[in-house]
C-alpha cells in the first residue's frame, strides 16, 4: 500500500513539473517564429518590421502598456489566433498553424483565472513575461 501512494505522489509531482514554463524553449521558439518581425530583442525591429502595413510592437513594452501588469490573457489569445491581428494582409502570427491547437494547457492570469492554451503558448508566454522592461 505504502509503494502504491510514493508511486501516486511521485507521478504527481512529475506530471506537475512536466506543465511548468520553460522560458528557455519560448526563447527558442520566439527566435525562430517571432524574431523575423519583432527582432531578436522583442523590440520591434526585426527585418521585416519596415515591410509591415502595421509596426510590430515593442514585446519588452507589454507590461508598461499595461499599468504595470503582464497581460498574459491578451498575449495568449493574440499568439494562438484566438484575438487575430492583421498584418500585411495575414493574421499574426504568420506560424498561427503551429502555435495553434489543442489548447489543453492552463496558464493563470495575475488575477489566478486559467486560460487554456498550447504548450508552445505556453513557453513562449514564460519567455515575453522574463523580458518585460521596468519603466
Do not use: W
Request: proline share 7%; glycine share 10%.
Amino acid at each position: 500500500m505504502r509503494i502504491h501512494v510514493l508511486l501516486i505522489a511521485a507521478l504527481g509531482v512529475t506530471a506537475s513539473a512536466g506543465l511548468a514554463q520553460d522560458a528557455d524553449v519560448g526563447r527558442a521558439l520566439f527566435h525562430r517564429h517571432c524574431a523575423t518581425c519583432h527582432g531578436l530583442e522583442g523590440r520591434g525591429d526585426g527585418p521585416m518590421a519596415g515591410a509591415m502595413l502595421i509596426k510590430p510592437a515593442n514585446l519588452t513594452e507589454l507590461s508598461i502598456t499595461n499599468q504595470g501588469v503582464f497581460p498574459l490573457e491578451r498575449v495568449v489569445r493574440r499568439i494562438d489566433g484566438r484575438d487575430p491581428l492583421i498584418s500585411h494582409g495575414s493574421p499574426m502570427p504568420v506560424y498561427g498553424d503551429y502555435f495553434e491547437g489543442v489548447f489543453d494547457v492552463p496558464i493563470k492570469t495575475p488575477a489566478g483565472q486559467p486560460v487554456l492554451t498550447s504548450r508552445p503558448v505556453v513557453d513562449l508566454v514564460a519567455y515575453l513575461n522574463e523580458i518585460q522592461r521596468q519603466e
